[in-house]
Every structure is written in structure tokens, then in C-alpha cells.
């Protein structure tokens, strides 16, 4: 029997689909898929199904001193237990095997844990088959020329997992001992991970610490027989054109020179044509970049080209080359789109220019393609709106490339007005080129009228606006990742995960990415007690030494070693300072969480957790002063900026996923509660037979709304009323509850007809009603079969899953989407 091991389970099924001509059928081993036809086994990993870790005795943080860990041995154990049976009993089976994994140091290695799984079962073959795409064409191909693995490859993989390991484990449990921060809570620390943090951080610190400057800009309005344009007041400064004039006398003395005269004269005119080069292939960087544009994150347009990428339709998206092997035949695989609705018309097109020539980057690499299309062009109704467009946006970069350049003319026009000189440049595009093909690249106009030298043009208007200089914009998420391999952080296959990481940490919030107060805390205690922890020049430095180990210049066993020894060195710096660093954070940890001063007794308001699991507000001069808030019990709770000026407290927005909300400031919401009256509007039907219980608008002081009895805690009876707009009670009434029927005004004009309110909760309910997967929000037919593929096939199946393991296995599905999924399960 031959057997074939792939990384995921969907690149299993479609590489089972090509080899077997579509007759290969598929059955459950141990809860894992195994695609069969005549003699051959296909299975599919979910990623890394072996991990690295410390042997059980280092498990105790509080029994463990963390520089223990730099010297402990480093183990493996299998991390999906169920993959690794299956594995192994197919291994007893086979006369051969074949990895098929991706072709990348992350593939590689995720190779060789396979191939050691069946080492230790069986000496059968087994070679290695690469492909840039899983298309028909090349995996054929690639399964008729069968290569050897490449241990060199997976020892660089491998010498990262140890590296990150020893690094990260030893860091964080310094850093969350001396902070008294354990549990959920834990603080973070990673190799690659906290550079990136001090790069977010040192940004934040250049917003923080400008200080902008005052300048003035003057525009005046002209016109040639009818035809309106803007030019802008400039002056000679030390032989450069200056447009901002920093002190307000001058500015006032242009702008009246300018409103004295009521006409400009023409002292130059400059024409000249510009060639717009097409943009050149897709790499990792320049793709997610592209994408942030159309308003994806890093995280999120990664998982959907992986998807497109084992479904067949692009190439492989983890790449730094920008230049098209020469194999590829641009025309060909232009010719596969022609006839495609969608795209044919632009390919016949592209195949009428005299010559087809690719655009290349400065990037040449042998591993992988640039990204693009792979000719295989799905039915846009399979797809989701987010597939298809990051689809599109990678079809359309190819037809870029191989589209002709465009041309825009440029008129440049000086006028003389008063003694001042204005301005204006005009550009229109005369070729559109690859502009026709790629709408994502700006090719706006800016029309200004074609005029002759001493040509008199009225002035209409003449506008002078104050402004100030601005600070550095934050990094988004693709400049930030350019950035990153600029310094050499990371590599293409993990940058956008490091972001990601940061974000679940509770290091960065918002897009871009702004740090919060532990951030800030983490980056100033390393860079002032062990600067490496937060160095890129160190991070680089290892990453250099993994690429060695891949081109066989250096051993896994000899990098590992130098990393312990830095490591060693940045604890040699730690040691003596884990007090101040433990009260460094533990005040930031603080600062995070403050919301303002109690008024009971001036201590500061924190959130707190009770052992329920819930939030409140609380008193930091506890027991002594027991003042409290609550919160919403919808969500988690996070300090925003926005300040109440009343009670000197900060807002708090809770974040629940799709239902995210700001609750604003807790005092404000308590003493709405406290001042308002409950409004009775008819019978209990629980208990108002029997107790006379009656229902009342309820306000309370989480600033939550209900429909509640008015016999509470003696009758819970109650119904869920929105947290926003204001509530009216009509005239009208259900006759089965005998209620009247209530109407919420929030500030539109069309207010929302909620009705009786048992009426409406028991219609909520029965729309809501979860009774199979697809009842839940954002998951569609094939997202349930991709869960079921994975595993998860009923609504138990979800409740028990562990989110980051479901991430790795079904594609376009991240941990967050599952989190979301299971608290939908849980309301």
C-alpha cells in the first residue's frame, strides 16, 4: 500500500481528487479522514501534530527557577493524538510513503515529523514530492519526479521551535513571577514577538513626544473662460519651492498681495509625459499589503490565499519571490481566463498587445513562484464575498504584470499675482495601460486647463488655512510587517502571526495597531534591565544562523547552543533587578485598568473579576472602602480614552465579539438606574395570578434594560430589552398577554416596532435557535463541511473544541471566529 501524508486535511482531499481521477472515496480512522481508491492511503496532518516542550518536572512555574529552563532538555510529544495513531497504523500498512507537505521550512520540518512518525513503526521508502500549487498539472508532475527530503530544511524549522521554546517559556515565566501575573493572565514574551512590540511601542513614543508646529498654506481659485482650477501660493527657500510659510506675518502679507489684484499672469507653462510602470508580482509582503488596502488584516488574508492555495486556484502565498519562472507562459495562462465572464474580456485584451512581457522585483528566489492564479477559475457563487475579492485581487495583479505600462501627461503652470507666484499641476492619463486591468492602483486626474504663457487668468477666491504639522502615522498592519523584514524579524510564514499574537496578548488594540499600557511597561522594563529581550539586531542575528542551517553551513545542535548562551547573558542582566521590574509592571498592569478616583474615599477604581467569572468596578482601597460598580455581564471589559468630565472617570467599551458595545462611564449608568422609575405595564405571567406580580420597564445600574417582576428576587421572571434608544409604551395591545406594545426610538427615522415584549423575545428566540452549525453567525455550507472534515460536525462538537487547534486545521477559520462561535453557543 502506498501512502501519501499532506499538511492539512483539505489538501488531502484535493490532492486524493487529481491523483485518483475523482474515484477515490473517503472514510473516518480515529476521527481523522483517509482518502482511498485501489492501493493508495491519503491523510492529512492539521499542521504540527508533534510539538516541543520541557519534560514534566518544569511544568510548576512556582517550583522552577526560569533560568532552569535555558539548560533543560527539550522533548516531543504529540499534540493531536488522534492524527499521530492514524498515522502510525497506515505506516504499518505501507510499502511506501510519500510526504507532500508544503514546501517551505515549516513544511519541511512538519515533513519530517511524519516521516520520523513512521520510522518508528516501519523502514518502508519514503520520499518527498514539492509543489508551488496543488493544480492538476504540477502535482502530477511533482508525483512523477519523487525528491529526498531535506533535513537541512526541517533542522533550520526545527532549530525555531527550540529556540522560540526556551526563549519564550523562560522570559515569560520571569517576567510573570516578578509581576505576580499567573494564570489566564500571564505576561508574554517571544523572540520574535517582542522586537515587534518595541517597533509599535517606539512609534507610539514619536507620536507622544511631537510637538507640532503652526504653518499657513494660501490657494487661490482661477478661471479660463469659465473653466475653474486650483493653484497654490509658493516662494524660494534657499533655492527649493516652498508651499508652507511657518510665521503668520508672512502668510498675512501673501494673502493680501493675493486678494489685492483681481488677476494672475501666466510666467510658465511645463509639459511633459510620464511613464507609469506596471506594478511588479506578488510576494508575501507586497500581496498583504495589498490586501490591507481593501481593508483585510494580515491574519485574514493569509488564511483565505492558504484556502485558495489548497483549493487550487492560486500558488503557494508564502513567498519572497517578484519574478515569474520561466516556465511560466504568460499568454497560456492568460488564455485560460478568456471566456470567463468575469475576466475574459480584460484576458482577450492582454493577449492583443504586440509583446507579453512580466514585470520582476529585485527578489529571485528557487523555492516558490511569485503569487498568482493558477488558470483553474472557480464559479464565483462557491465562493464567499471575501474569497472572491482576494481572489480577484490576485487574478488582476497577474494581468497586471503583463499588461503594458501606462502614460499620463503632466502640465505644470506658474503665475505671477501681486508680485507672488502660484501654482498648479495638472496630470491626465493618456494610456491607461495596466490601470484598465488593475483598479486598485490610484489613477485619479487633476484638470488644469491648457494655457499660454502671459495669458491673464481672473482670480474667483483666495483661502489661507491655518495647520499644524502631524506626528508619524501609526504602523497599519502591512507597513509593519515590511518592516519587519526590513530588520529581518521573523520570516514570511510567521510575521503576520507574531501581529496576531500581540493582538491576543492584550499588547496591541485597534487597526493600526496601538499599544496599550502594558505594552509600553514590558518594552521600558527590558529595554532598561536586559535590552537583548527587545532587540531586532539579536532576532536577526538568529534568523541569519536558522538560514545557515538550512544551506548546511551551520548544525541545529551549534545554533541552539549560541541562543542559550545569549539567553544566559539577558539573565545575567535580569537577576538583579526582579523587584523593580515586578513593580514596574505590576503598576502598568494597574494603570490599564484604572478608571478613575473613588468618591468615597479618592483610592483608584479598578476593574475587577469576581470568582464568578464577572466584571465590576471596584474600590483599589479594598476592604477598608467596599464602593463598587457593575458592568454589563456581556463581554470584556476595556479603558478607553474618552473621559467623563463629571465624575473624572474613564468609558468602558465591552468586547463581545459582533457584539461588541461601549458602555460608557459606569458612575453615569449607575445614577441613571438610581434616578429612574420601573414602569409597570401589565401582569406577571409567572406569578401575577396567584402573588398579583406585575412586569415594569427595569433600568439597571450595568445599564442593561428589561421587562422584569416587580416581585424580584421572590419572581425572576424577566425579558431582555435593548441597551439603546428610548423606550415608549403605546396604546396598542397583544390580547394573549394582555401588554401593551412598545416602541424603541434610537434617533432614526424609522423607529423599531418591538411589540409586546413576550411576543417579540419568543419570536427572538425561534429566529435564533441554534440546532445545527449553520444556524450560527458567518458559518455557511461549506464552512460546515470544512468543520466537519475537521472534526467538528454537531453543535457538541463545537462547544468541546479547542479553538486554536480547529484554526490550524480548517482553513479561512481563525480561533477568534471559533471563540465567537462558542459564545453564540453559550447566550
Same mark, same amino acid.
Given at each position: 500500500?502506498?501512502?501519501?501524508?499532506?499538511?492539512?486535511?483539505?489538501?488531502?482531499?484535493?490532492?486524493?481528487?487529481?491523483?485518483?481521477?475523482?474515484?477515490?472515496?473517503?472514510?473516518?480512522?480515529?476521527?481523522?479522514?483517509?482518502?482511498?481508491?485501489?492501493?493508495?492511503?491519503?491523510?492529512?496532518?492539521?499542521?504540527?501534530?508533534?510539538?516541543?516542550?520541557?519534560?514534566?518536572?518544569?511544568?510548576?512555574?512556582?517550583?522552577?527557577?526560569?533560568?532552569?529552563?535555558?539548560?533543560?532538555?527539550?522533548?516531543?510529544?504529540?499534540?493531536?493524538?488522534?492524527?499521530?495513531?492514524?498515522?502510525?497504523?497506515?505506516?504499518?500498512?505501507?510499502?511506501?510513503?510519500?510526504?507532500?507537505?508544503?514546501?517551505?521550512?515549516?513544511?519541511?520540518?512538519?515533513?519530517?515529523?511524519?516521516?520520523?512518525?513512521?520510522?518508528?513503526?516501519?523502514?518502508?521508502?519514503?520520499?518527498?514530492?514539492?509543489?508551488?500549487?496543488?493544480?492538476?498539472?504540477?502535482?502530477?508532475?511533482?508525483?512523477?519526479?519523487?525528491?529526498?527530503?531535506?533535513?537541512?530544511?526541517?533542522?533550520?524549522?526545527?532549530?525555531?521551535?527550540?529556540?522560540?521554546?526556551?526563549?519564550?517559556?523562560?522570559?515569560?515565566?520571569?517576567?510573570?513571577?516578578?509581576?505576580?501575573?499567573?494564570?489566564?493572565?500571564?505576561?508574554?514574551?517571544?523572540?520574535?514577538?517582542?522586537?515587534?512590540?518595541?517597533?509599535?511601542?517606539?512609534?507610539?513614543?514619536?507620536?507622544?513626544?511631537?510637538?507640532?508646529?503652526?504653518?499657513?498654506?494660501?490657494?487661490?481659485?482661477?478661471?479660463?473662460?469659465?473653466?475653474?482650477?486650483?493653484?497654490?501660493?509658493?516662494?524660494?527657500?534657499?533655492?527649493?519651492?516652498?508651499?508652507?510659510?511657518?510665521?503668520?506675518?508672512?502668510?498675512?502679507?501673501?494673502?493680501?498681495?493675493?486678494?489685492?489684484?483681481?488677476?494672475?499672469?501666466?510666467?510658465?507653462?511645463?509639459?511633459?509625459?510620464?511613464?507609469?510602470?506596471?506594478?511588479?508580482?506578488?510576494?508575501?509582503?507586497?500581496?498583504?499589503?495589498?490586501?490591507?488596502?481593501?481593508?483585510?488584516?494580515?491574519?485574514?488574508?493569509?488564511?483565505?490565499?492558504?484556502?485558495?492555495?489548497?483549493?487550487?486556484?492560486?500558488?503557494?502565498?508564502?513567498?519572497?519571490?517578484?519574478?515569474?519562472?520561466?516556465?511560466?507562459?504568460?499568454?497560456?495562462?492568460?488564455?485560460?481566463?478568456?471566456?470567463?465572464?468575469?475576466?475574459?474580456?480584460?484576458?482577450?485584451?492582454?493577449?492583443?498587445?504586440?509583446?507579453?512581457?512580466?514585470?520582476?522585483?529585485?527578489?529571485?528566489?528557487?523555492?516558490?513562484?511569485?503569487?498568482?492564479?493558477?488558470?483553474?477559475?472557480?464559479?464565483?457563487?462557491?465562493?464567499?464575498?471575501?474569497?472572491?475579492?482576494?481572489?480577484?485581487?490576485?487574478?488582476?495583479?497577474?494581468?497586471?504584470? =503583463?499588461? &503594458? $505600462? +501606462?502614460?499620463?501627461?503632466?502640465?505644470? /503652470? @506658474?503665475? %505671477?499675482?501681486?508680485?507672488?507666484? #502660484?501654482? *498648479?499641476?495638472?496630470?491626465?492619463?493618456?494610456?491607461?495601460?495596466?490601470?484598465?486591468?488593475?483598479?486598485?492602483?490610484?489613477?485619479?486626474?487633476?484638470?488644469?486647463?491648457?494655457?499660454?504663457?502671459?495669458?491673464?487668468?481672473?482670480?474667483?477666491?483666495?483661502?489661507?488655512?491655518?495647520?499644524?504639522?502631524?506626528?508619524?502615522?501609526?504602523?497599519?498592519?502591512?507597513?509593519?510587517?515590511?518592516?519587519?523584514?526590513?530588520?529581518?524579524?521573523?520570516?514570511?510564514?510567521?510575521?503576520?502571526?507574531?501581529?496576531?499574537?500581540?493582538?491576543?496578548?492584550?499588547?496591541?488594540?485597534?487597526?493600526?495597531?496601538?499599544?496599550?499600557?502594558?505594552?509600553?511597561? =514590558?518594552? &521600558? $522594563? +527590558?529595554?532598561?534591565?536586559?535590552?537583548? /529581550? @527587545?532587540? %531586532?539586531?539579536?532576532?536577526?542575528? #538568529?534568523? *541569519?544562523?536558522?538560514?545557515?542551517?538550512?544551506?548546511?553551513?551551520?548544525?541545529?545542535?551549534?545554533?541552539?547552543?549560541?541562543?542559550?548562551?545569549?539567553?544566559?547573558?539577558?539573565?545575567?542582566?535580569?537577576?538583579?533587578?526582579?523587584?523593580?521590574?515586578?513593580?514596574?509592571?505590576?503598576?502598568?498592569?494597574?494603570?490599564?485598568?484604572?478608571?478613575?478616583?473613588?468618591?468615597?474615599?479618592?483610592?483608584?477604581?479598578?476593574?475587577?473579576?469576581?470568582?464568578?467569572?464577572?466584571?465590576?468596578?471596584?474600590?483599589?482601597?479594598?476592604?477598608?472602602?467596599?464602593?463598587?460598580?457593575?458592568?454589563?455581564?456581556?463581554?470584556?471589559?476595556?479603558?478607553?480614552?474618552?473621559?467623563?468630565?463629571?465624575?473624572?472617570?474613564?468609558?468602558?467599551?465591552?468586547?463581545?465579539?459582533?457584539?461588541?458595545?461601549?458602555?460608557?462611564?459606569?458612575?453615569?449608568?449607575?445614577?441613571?438606574?438610581?434616578?429612574?422609575?420601573?414602569?409597570?405595564?401589565?401582569?406577571?405571567?409567572?406569578?401575577?395570578?396567584?402573588?398579583?406580580?406585575?412586569?415594569?420597564?427595569?433600568?439597571?445600574?450595568?445599564?442593561?434594560?428589561?421587562?422584569?417582576?416587580?416581585?424580584?428576587?421572590?419572581?425572576?421572571?424577566?425579558?431582555?430589552?435593548?441597551?439603546?434608544?428610548?423606550?415608549?409604551?403605546?396604546?396598542?395591545?397583544?390580547?394573549?398577554?394582555?401588554?401593551?406594545?412598545?416602541?424603541?426610538?434610537?434617533?432614526?427615522?424609522?423607529?423599531?416596532?418591538?411589540?409586546?415584549?413576550?411576543?417579540?423575545?419568543?419570536?427572538?428566540?425561534?429566529?435564533?435557535?441554534?440546532?445545527?452549525?449553520?444556524?450560527?453567525?458567518?458559518?455557511?455550507?461549506?464552512?460546515?463541511?470544512?468543520?466537519?472534515?475537521?472534526?467538528?460536525?454537531?453543535?457538541?462538537?463545537?462547544?468541546?473544541?479547542?479553538?486554536?487547534?480547529?484554526?490550524?486545521?480548517?482553513?479561512?477559520?481563525?480561533?477568534?471566529?471559533?471563540?465567537?462561535?462558542?459564545?453564540?453557543?453559550?447566550?
Amino acid at each position: 500500500m502506498r501512502l501519501i501524508i499532506t499538511e492539512k486535511d483539505n489538501a488531502a482531499r484535493r490532492i486524493a481528487e487529481i491523483l485518483s481521477e475523482g474515484s477515490a472515496s473517503a472514510s473516518r480512522q480515529n476521527g481523522v479522514n483517509v482518502y482511498r481508491w485501489g492501493n493508495t492511503r491519503v491523510v492529512g496532518l492539521s499542521g504540527h501534530v508533534v510539538g516541543v516542550d520541557f519534560p514534566e518536572e518544569y511544568n510548576d512555574w512556582r517550583d522552577v527557577e526560569p533560568v532552569e529552563l535555558i539548560d533543560a532538555d527539550v522533548t516531543k510529544e504529540p499534540t493531536q493524538e488522534n492524527i499521530v495513531t492514524t498515522l502510525k497504523q497506515l505506516a504499518r500498512e505501507a510499502d511506501e510513503a510519500t510526504i507532500a507537505t508544503d514546501y517551505d521550512r515549516e513544511g519541511e520540518l512538519i515533513g519530517k515529523e511524519a516521516y520520523e512518525l513512521i520510522r518508528e513503526e516501519t523502514d518502508v521508502p519514503v520520499d518527498r514530492v514539492r509543489f508551488s500549487s496543488i493544480t492538476e498539472r504540477e502535482v502530477r508532475d511533482a508525483f512523477a519526479n519523487p525528491d529526498d527530503m531535506d533535513f537541512d530544511l526541517a533542522a533550520a524549522g526545527e532549530a525555531r521551535q527550540i529556540i522560540d521554546l526556551v526563549w519564550g517559556a523562560a522570559l515569560t515565566r520571569f517576567l510573570s513571577l516578578s509581576a505576580r501575573q499567573l494564570g489566564d493572565d500571564f505576561i508574554s514574551v517571544g523572540r520574535v514577538q517582542s522586537p515587534t512590540l518595541k517597533l509599535i511601542v517606539d512609534r507610539e513614543r514619536e507620536i507622544q513626544a511631537f510637538d507640532p508646529e503652526d504653518y499657513w498654506e494660501i490657494f487661490a481659485d482661477l478661471q479660463k473662460n469659465g473653466s475653474g482650477f486650483e493653484a497654490q501660493y509658493f516662494y524660494d527657500d534657499d533655492g527649493k519651492e516652498a508651499e508652507r510659510v511657518w510665521a503668520e506675518d508672512d502668510a498675512d502679507d501673501a494673502y493680501a498681495d493675493l486678494t489685492g489684484v483681481d488677476a494672475a499672469t501666466v510666467t510658465s507653462v511645463r509639459r511633459r509625459t510620464r511613464t507609469d510602470s506596471p506594478p511588479t508580482p506578488f510576494n508575501t509582503t507586497a500581496f498583504i499589503s495589498a490586501a490591507s488596502s481593501l481593508g483585510y488584516s494580515a491574519q485574514q488574508a493569509m488564511s483565505i490565499a492558504e484556502e485558495l492555495y489548497t483549493t487550487g486556484y492560486i500558488t503557494y502565498p508564502r513567498t519572497d519571490n517578484t519574478v515569474y519562472p520561466d516556465d511560466l507562459e504568460e499568454d497560456a495562462l492568460l488564455d485560460e481566463f478568456v471566456g470567463a465572464g468575469h475576466f475574459g474580456e480584460d484576458a482577450e485584451k492582454l493577449l492583443e498587445q504586440d509583446d507579453i512581457t512580466a514585470t520582476e522585483g529585485d527578489e529571485e528566489t528557487t523555492d516558490h513562484p511569485p503569487i498568482h492564479p493558477t488558470g483553474e477559475i472557480p464559479p464565483k457563487v462557491d465562493f464567499s464575498d471575501d474569497e472572491w475579492e482576494i481572489y480577484e485581487l490576485v487574478v488582476r495583479r497577474f494581468f497586471a504584470t =503583463v499588461a &503594458e $505600462a +501606462a502614460t499620463w501627461e503632466h502640465l505644470r /503652470v @506658474v503665475a %505671477d499675482a501681486g508680485g507672488r507666484s #502660484l501654482k *498648479a499641476n495638472g496630470k491626465r492619463l493618456v494610456e491607461p495601460g495596466y490601470h484598465e486591468v488593475y483598479p486598485y492602483s490610484s489613477a485619479s486626474e487633476n484638470h488644469v486647463p491648457d494655457v499660454e504663457e502671459g495669458e491673464e487668468l481672473a482670480i474667483s477666491e483666495v483661502r489661507m488655512e491655518a495647520k499644524q504639522t502631524q506626528p508619524p502615522r501609526r504602523y497599519g498592519q502591512s507597513r509593519l510587517i515590511q518592516t519587519m523584514e526590513d530588520k529581518g524579524l521573523g520570516t514570511k510564514s510567521t510575521r503576520h502571526n507574531s501581529i496576531e499574537k500581540l493582538y491576543d496578548r492584550g499588547y496591541i488594540e485597534g487597526d493600526p495597531p496601538r499599544p496599550t499600557t502594558l505594552a509600553m511597561a =514590558v518594552v &521600558e $522594563a +527590558a529595554e532598561e534591565f536586559a535590552d537583548h /529581550v @527587545v532587540s %531586532d539586531e539579536m532576532t536577526a542575528q #538568529l534568523e *541569519a544562523d536558522m538560514t545557515a542551517i538550512a544551506n548546511g553551513e551551520a548544525t541545529l545542535d551549534e545554533v541552539a547552543d549560541e541562543s542559550r548562551e545569549m539567553l544566559k547573558r539577558v539573565f545575567d542582566e535580569l537577576r538583579d533587578s526582579r523587584e523593580e521590574i515586578g513593580e514596574h509592571l505590576q503598576e502598568s498592569l494597574k494603570a490599564d485598568k484604572t478608571l478613575g478616583p473613588c468618591p468615597k474615599c479618592g483610592e483608584d477604581m479598578l476593574v475587577r473579576r469576581s470568582r464568578q467569572g464577572s466584571y465590576f468596578v471596584g474600590c483599589d482601597g479594598f476592604p477598608e472602602c467596599r464602593n463598587t460598580l457593575p458592568l454589563p455581564s456581556t463581554g470584556e471589559p476595556q479603558v478607553l480614552e474618552e473621559h467623563c468630565e463629571e465624575h473624572d472617570m474613564h468609558h468602558v467599551k465591552m468586547l463581545a465579539g459582533r457584539d461588541t458595545f461601549v458602555h460608557g462611564c459606569p458612575r453615569c449608568e449607575a445614577e441613571k438606574a438610581d434616578e429612574s422609575e420601573d414602569e409597570v405595564i401589565g401582569p406577571c405571567p409567572e406569578c401575577g395570578s396567584e402573588h398579583d406580580g406585575e412586569l415594569a420597564i427595569k433600568h439597571l445600574r450595568s445599564g442593561s434594560r428589561l421587562v422584569g417582576c416587580t416581585r424580584y428576587p421572590d419572581c425572576d421572571y424577566s425579558l431582555p430589552l435593548p441597551r439603546n434608544g428610548d423606550i415608549s409604551v403605546t396604546e396598542a395591545f397583544c390580547e394573549e398577554h394582555d401588554l401593551p406594545e412598545l416602541v424603541i426610538d434610537a434617533d432614526s427615522d424609522d423607529p423599531w416596532e418591538l411589540g409586546c415584549p413576550i411576543c417579540n423575545y419568543e419570536e427572538y428566540q425561534a429566529r435564533t435557535a441554534v440546532e445545527d452549525l449553520e444556524d450560527l453567525s458567518g458559518i455557511g455550507s461549506a464552512t460546515a463541511e470544512k468543520l466537519g472534515d475537521a472534526g467538528v460536525d454537531s453543535l457538541a462538537a463545537l462547544r468541546e473544541a479547542d479553538p486554536d487547534i480547529v484554526a490550524t486545521e480548517v482553513q479561512g477559520v481563525s480561533a477568534t471566529q471559533v471563540r465567537d462561535w462558542q459564545d453564540e453557543l453559550e447566550a
